[in-house]
């Protein structure tokens, strides 16, 4: 339980983790902007012998000493019972159960509070409104706090739960007397209760620009309950019988905590449920983010004046915004994929409601690469994150035309990697982001987006061809990498990545009729993956040929098992764009990163390295950045570079690639090993399970985490044109799972009986516009007839099969409603 910090604030609002026994802690909502969720420097022992080094946020501090009990305001919860004529009083608090089970669903987390001498069930659920699709109700700064408590005995039970938030409105900016004061005020409304915490300062100019400055508030939804604006610690039964105040004012030196108190009786039998919610409003982003935008403040700014109008949207709407956050936690979990495989390919986009991601005020995203580390969406980072595209295209197609194409895009079709703070082009994220233009107009509704971009996303392909100096279709100029070096020579990863963006290109330019550059882009790809699999694989796996001239003077992988070298394949298959690299050589490829890099127990590696930071430790499995299969006496060049580092590292970003093409390929034992071998590293025994660390905490690039939730399902889907795929590489008889479309999402579903098939399309939010289903026919029979029904209804269709699979084409396009289900028999 204490080191379980699963983020419940909205997206882009900071961060406020949930801890293990549902107290809220480490309050990250005041725009410090530090490196880390705790900055810290940690003593470590690296091999074991004594010799203590010095280890940051940055380099895994978190990972070797897991953050705690990070209180900097005081808030919690307690509940009195009056129980046939005693009064007890219990803190939601560890120390005060029995036993305490913590169901993590993010978005949603349940929690159990028992005490068998009690005759009440109990049990808090936690949340901040987290709807896919809806990325607007999604950045709301306010968590949750519901609880449900049933009357398990026989007599009526009375009781009074008790929430309390100190005022923490300038409280690091503001410390003495002299400096102003702060206030708590009870609003009383129809459908719920505040207290609302705010500071007036002495000298109003002072404090205009401080992080801190803002409102918080806490709020009961609902009518029977009364606010205290001061309310007294520890509690007692007197705390619950307050002198009744609507305002309190004190100086900003004097610690002011606000609570609200509701009671209720309770029947034999009977459950009531009280829902508290704590808001905060902190408009400006902080100095550390240096970029016009950030100057206009957070994006929820646009919706809410302050933190009492945070906590009145969220009441008015709190059925809506509850019930569809619920809704998806249950359609997510309503799968047939493992349990934990669900919440460890999901659970890290949990670093967008971090203060890794940021929105601001104007609607542009901004994120650091982990929690105060390496500023300016990096795309050769950023592009790994499969998720984000996903949960919320609206914000990936936003920052594709805002920050890529636009602010960052130069007149040779370069992009720089870190908007406003590095101006050059990393030609990995160069390529990740011309892929992440076609995911996002996959993930629309129509081609607004791509005809809007056009233009500029074909400037950005054409750099990338023009980087293939000796026109054999390999990328061969040197360029910033995601290594933080630049490397000589035709490197099979980045040939790779290069092909399979400009792949992607051509596939656009035939979308938009652009018939000369779709030839040029076919060219470059054909010409490319010939002579890739030709010259860059050597009879195992793919290499890295150095420059003629320079030779491996420089840092590079050259003749070493590297992570990363087939991830342009890897990328084609979550776009559905077909083959990179000629199968056999990539499953081959696969297979060598398993014999090689994978390992069930890392340490006697890593202890024969220096150099390399702790995200995987002895006695625990991953697969590492690199090894040395033909035991080069110097595998990775001449030069004595600190990047080097790098390449004895399990850094889960690039396994949770690595998990996505493996399960693709069909590889699913592999895949699923090596993706139980990251979630079992961010065991709640361990450390937190909703950090994975990279460089600082909630890493962007461990988004590719849901990359492999998509190659398990088999999942294709382009929204302008109507089609959707669904080839399940596990439990392909009897299937479930959730997706996401440009309009809707619900739950796919897939069951064979004998040679009967059935397939379900089941939409639980907005709707899904299909024009082509492709799916498979399991026993490999030729299917002799089909049938299509919703609601009942038969629609109209034809279809092909193609060895084992079947292409539906529906006479004209079909919009499947919410709450409607679309069934495919054979």
Request: charged fraction near 20%; charge should be neutral.
């Given at each position: 339980?204490?080191?379980?910090?699963?983020?419940?604030?909205?997206?882009?609002?900071?961060?406020?983790?949930?801890?293990?026994?549902?107290?809220?802690?480490?309050?990250?909502?005041?725009?410090?902007?530090?490196?880390?969720?705790?900055?810290?420097?940690?003593?470590?022992?690296?091999?074991?012998?004594?010799?203590?080094?010095?280890?940051?946020?940055?380099?895994?501090?978190?990972y070797v000493q897991p953050s705690k009990d990070l209180r900097p305001i005081e808030q919690g919860f307690a509940i009195k019972i009056n129980h046939k004529g005693n009064t007890i009083i219990k803190h939601f608090h560890a120390d005060d159960w029995e036993e305490i089970k913590f169901e993590a669903t993010y978005?949603?987390?349940?929690?159990?509070?028992?005490?068998?001498?009690?005759?009440?069930?109990?049990?808090?659920?936690?949340?901040?409104?987290?709807?896919?699709?809806?990325?607007?109700?999604?950045?709301?700064?306010?968590?949750?706090q519901s609880f449900e408590v049933k009357n398990t005995g026989t007599e009526v039970v009375e009781i009074a739960i008790a929430g309390w938030l100190e005022n923490g409105v300038n409280k690091f900016s503001a410390t003495t007397a002299a400096d102003g004061k702060r206030t708590n005020t009870v609003i009383n409304?129809?459908?719920?209760?505040?207290?609302?915490?705010?500071?007036?300062?002495?000298?109003?100019?002072?404090?205009?620009?401080?992080?801190?400055?803002?409102?918080?508030?806490?709020?009961?939804?609902?009518?029977?309950?009364?606010?205290?604006?001061?309310?007294?610690?520890?509690?007692?039964?007197?705390?619950?019988?307050?002198?009744?105040?609507?305002?309190?004012?004190?100086?900003?030196?004097?610690?002011?905590?606000?609570?609200?108190?509701?009671?209720?009786?309770?029947?034999?039998?009977?459950?009531?449920?009280?829902?508290?919610?704590?808001?905060?409003?902190?408009?400006?982003?902080?100095?550390?983010?240096?970029?016009?935008?950030?100057?206009?403040?957070?994006?929820?700014?646009?919706?809410?004046?302050?933190?009492?109008?945070?906590?009145?949207?969220?009441?008015?709407?709190?059925?809506?915004?509850?019930?569809?956050?619920?809704?998806?936690?249950?359609?997510?979990?309503?799968?047939?994929?493992?349990?934990?495989?669900?919440?460890?390919?999901?659970?890290?986009?949990?670093?967008?409601?971090?203060?890794?991601?940021?929105?601001?005020?104007?609607?542009?995203?901004?994120?650091?690469?982990?929690?105060?580390?390496?500023?300016?969406?990096?795309?050769?980072?950023?592009?790994?994150?499969?998720?984000?595209?996903?949960?919320?295209?609206?914000?990936?197609?936003?920052?594709?035309?805002?920050?890529?194409?636009g602010i960052s895009l130069q007149d040779d079709g370069s992009i720089w990697f870190r908007g406003e703070y590095d101006k050059r082009p990393a030609i990995d994220g160069q390529a990740g982001r011309v892929l992440g233009c076609l995911r996002e107009h996959q993930m629309s509704a129509d081609n607004t987006f791509?005809?809007?971009?056009?233009?500029?996303?074909?400037?950005?392909?054409?750099?990338?061809?023009?980087?293939?100096?000796?026109?054999?279709?390999?990328?061969?100029?040197?360029?910033?990498?995601?290594?933080?070096?630049?490397?000589?020579?035709?490197?099979?990863?980045?040939?790779?990545?290069?092909?399979?963006?400009?792949?992607?290109?051509?596939?656009?330019?035939?979308?938009?009729?652009?018939?000369?550059?779709?030839?040029?882009?076919?060219?470059?790809?054909?010409?490319?993956?010939?002579?890739?699999?030709?010259?860059?694989?050597?009879?195992?796996?793919?290499?890295?040929?150095?420059?003629?001239?320079?030779?491996?003077?420089?840092?590079?992988?050259?003749?070493?098992?590297?992570?990363?070298?087939?991830?342009?394949?890897?990328?084609?298959?979550?776009?559905?764009?077909?083959?990179?690299?000629?199968?056999?050589?990539?499953?081959?490829?696969?297979?060598?990163?398993?014999?090689?890099?994978?390992?069930?127990?890392?340490?006697?590696?890593?202890?024969?390295?220096?150099?390399?930071?702790?995200?995987?430790?002895?006695?625990?499995?991953?697969?590492?950045?690199?090894?040395?299969?033909?035991?080069?006496?110097?595998?990775?060049?001449?030069?004595?570079?600190?990047?080097?580092?790098?390449?004895?590292?399990?850094?889960?970003?690039?396994?949770?690639?690595?998990?996505?093409?493996?399960?693709?390929?069909?590889?699913?034992?592999?895949?699923?090993?090596?993706?139980?071998?990251?979630?079992?590293?961010?065991?709640?025994?361990?450390?937190?399970?909703?950090?994975?660390?990279?460089?600082?905490?909630?890493?962007?690039?461990?988004?590719?985490?849901?990359?492999?939730?998509?190659?398990?399902?088999?999942?294709?889907?382009?929204?302008?044109?109507?089609?959707?795929?669904?080839?399940?590489?596990?439990?392909?008889?009897?299937?479930?799972?959730?997706?996401?479309?440009?309009?809707?999402?619900?739950?796919?579903?897939?069951?064979?009986?004998?040679?009967?098939?059935?397939?379900?399309?089941?939409?639980?939010?907005?709707?899904?516009?299909?024009?082509?289903?492709?799916?498979?026919?399991?026993?490999?029979?030729?299917?002799?007839?089909?049938?299509?029904?919703?609601?009942?209804?038969?629609?109209?269709?034809?279809?092909?099969?193609?060895?084992?699979?079947?292409?539906?084409?529906?006479?004209?396009?079909?919009?499947?409603?919410?709450?409607?289900?679309?069934?495919?028999?054979?």
């Amino acid at each position: 339980m204490q080191y379980i910090g699963m983020p419940v604030g909205g997206i882009n609002c900071g961060t406020v983790y949930l801890g293990g026994d549902g107290r809220l802690w480490l309050w990250d909502i005041f725009n410090k902007n530090q490196e880390g969720i705790e900055p810290k420097v940690v003593e470590w022992d690296r091999n074991g012998k004594g010799i203590k080094e010095k280890i940051r946020s940055r380099d895994g501090a978190c990972y070797v000493q897991p953050s705690k009990d990070l209180r900097p305001i005081e808030q919690g919860f307690a509940i009195k019972i009056n129980h046939k004529g005693n009064t007890i009083i219990k803190h939601f608090h560890a120390d005060d159960w029995e036993e305490i089970k913590f169901e993590a669903t993010y978005p949603v987390a349940i929690i159990h509070y028992i005490d068998t001498k009690l005759p009440l069930e109990i049990k808090l659920t936690a949340f901040s409104p987290f709807i896919p699709l809806d990325e607007d109700n999604s950045n709301i700064p306010v968590t949750v706090q519901s609880f449900e408590v049933k009357n398990t005995g026989t007599e009526v039970v009375e009781i009074a739960i008790a929430g309390w938030l100190e005022n923490g409105v300038n409280k690091f900016s503001a410390t003495t007397a002299a400096d102003g004061k702060r206030t708590n005020t009870v609003i009383n409304y129809a459908d719920h209760i505040a207290v609302s915490s705010t500071f007036s300062p002495a000298d109003p100019t002072k404090y205009h620009e401080a992080g801190d400055t803002g409102s918080m508030c806490l709020s009961f939804i609902g009518g029977n309950a009364i606010g205290i604006p001061s309310f007294q610690l520890p509690v007692t039964a007197a705390s619950f019988s307050p002198n009744h105040e609507e305002k309190v004012t004190v100086n900003a030196d004097e610690k002011l905590t606000g609570a609200v108190i509701s009671t209720h009786k309770i029947s034999p039998g009977k459950t009531v449920q009280q829902n508290f919610a704590i808001s905060w409003h902190f408009p400006n982003v902080g100095k550390r983010i240096d970029v016009p935008d950030a100057k206009t403040g957070h994006y929820y700014i646009n919706k809410f004046s302050d933190a009492l109008a945070v906590a009145t949207y969220v009441a008015a709407d709190y059925s809506k915004l509850s019930s569809q956050t619920l809704l998806w936690r249950d359609t997510w979990y309503n799968s047939s994929l493992p349990w934990w495989f669900q919440e460890r390919t999901f659970s890290n986009i949990s670093a967008l409601a971090t203060t890794t991601s940021h929105r601001f005020k104007t609607g542009r995203s901004w994120a650091w690469e982990g929690v105060g580390a390496c500023e300016g969406n990096c795309t050769h980072v950023w592009h790994y994150a499969q998720a984000i595209g996903r949960i919320f295209p609206g914000i990936e197609r936003d920052n594709r035309q805002r920050v890529d194409l636009g602010i960052s895009l130069q007149d040779d079709g370069s992009i720089w990697f870190r908007g406003e703070y590095d101006k050059r082009p990393a030609i990995d994220g160069q390529a990740g982001r011309v892929l992440g233009c076609l995911r996002e107009h996959q993930m629309s509704a129509d081609n607004t987006f791509l005809k809007t971009n056009w233009p500029n996303i074909k400037k950005a392909t054409q750099f990338i061809i023009n980087q293939d100096k000796n026109g054999d279709g390999m990328t061969d100029t040197p360029l910033e990498n995601t290594l933080d070096a630049v490397w000589d020579g035709e490197i099979a990863w980045i040939v790779g990545l290069c092909i399979a963006a400009v792949k992607a290109g051509g596939l656009m330019a035939t979308e938009m009729n652009d018939t000369a550059f779709a030839a040029r882009c076919n060219d470059y790809a054909a010409k490319g993956i010939k002579n890739m699999d030709e010259s860059l694989f050597n009879g195992e796996y793919y290499i890295h040929r150095p420059d003629a001239v320079k030779g491996r003077k420089e840092i590079g992988s050259y003749n070493t098992c590297h992570i990363d070298q087939v991830l342009g394949q890897s990328w084609a298959w979550q776009l559905g764009i077909g083959r990179i690299n000629e199968k056999e050589k990539t499953l081959s490829a696969l297979k060598a990163l398993w014999k090689y890099n994978f390992m069930q127990d890392v340490g006697p590696f890593i202890k024969q390295h220096t150099g390399w930071r702790p995200y995987a430790l002895n006695g625990e499995g991953g697969m590492v950045m690199n090894t040395n299969p033909k035991n080069e006496p110097k595998p990775y060049g001449e030069a004595d570079a600190w990047q080097l580092g790098y390449f004895y590292e399990c850094m889960s970003g690039f396994e949770h690639q690595v998990a996505s093409h493996l399960m693709a390929e069909g590889l699913t034992d592999e895949a699923l090993t090596l993706t139980k071998a990251i979630h079992d590293r961010y065991h709640a025994y361990k450390r937190n399970p909703f950090n994975e660390i990279e460089c600082s905490d909630h890493y962007g690039r461990a988004m590719a985490s849901y990359g492999t939730f998509i190659t398990a399902c088999g999942f294709e889907y382009h929204g302008p044109n109507g089609s959707i795929r669904f080839a399940p590489k596990c439990h392909k008889e009897n299937f479930k799972a959730p997706f996401t479309t440009a309009q809707g999402w619900g739950t796919y579903s897939q069951k064979q009986t004998g040679s009967k098939q059935e397939h379900h399309f089941q939409i639980k939010y907005g709707s899904l516009q299909l024009q082509k289903i492709s799916l498979e026919k399991l026993d490999g029979e030729k299917a002799s007839q089909l049938s299509v029904t919703m609601n009942r209804h038969k629609i109209p269709f034809n279809f092909q099969q193609q060895d084992t699979t079947l292409l539906i084409t529906f006479l004209k396009p079909v919009t499947i409603p919410a709450n409607a289900s679309l069934i495919v028999s054979t």
